[in-house]
Nanobody
Framework: QGQLVESGGGLVQPGGSLRLSCAAS????????MHWYRQAPGNQREWVAS???????NYADFVKGRFTISRDNAKNTVYLQMNSLKPGDTALYYC?????????WGQGTQVTVSS
């Protein structure tokens, strides 16, 4: 059974930055795309960003130019660098990886943007 563990969340003021990490274990990390999602209270979970095994990236429009997804295959870790944070970015952030055989989610890390 694969496992994803997110970390790096916290409380930050508007305009601030955070870097989230997601460490994978018991997963063929390097050959699959990795994704970040988020869910705010009362809202559905929404996709934030993805990175392919080759390093190509895609972003939701609401984070383009502010967030950067990256991966370190040697460390089995995917990152989400979040800059220029807004109160609307407040949510529980999850990482995800999936194939035709599995669909793994982490437990999430809370990001709160507030003054």
């Amino acid at each position: 059974q694969g496992q994803l563990v997110e970390s790096g969340g916290g409380l930050v003021q508007p305009g601030g930055s955070l870097r989230l990490s997601c460490a994978a274990s018991r997963i063929s990390f390097s050959i699959y795309a990795m994704h970040w999602y988020r869910q705010a209270p009362g809202n559905q979970r929404e996709w934030v960003a993805s990175i392919t095994s080759g390093g190509s990236t895609n972003y939701a429009d609401f984070v383009k130019g502010r967030f950067t997804i990256s991966r370190d295959n040697a460390k089995n870790t995917v990152y989400l660098q979040m800059n220029s944070l807004k109160p609307g970015d407040t949510a529980l952030y999850y990482c995800n990886t999936r194939s035709n055989l599995y669909n793994y989610w982490g437990q999430g890390t809370q990001v709160t943007v507030s003054s």
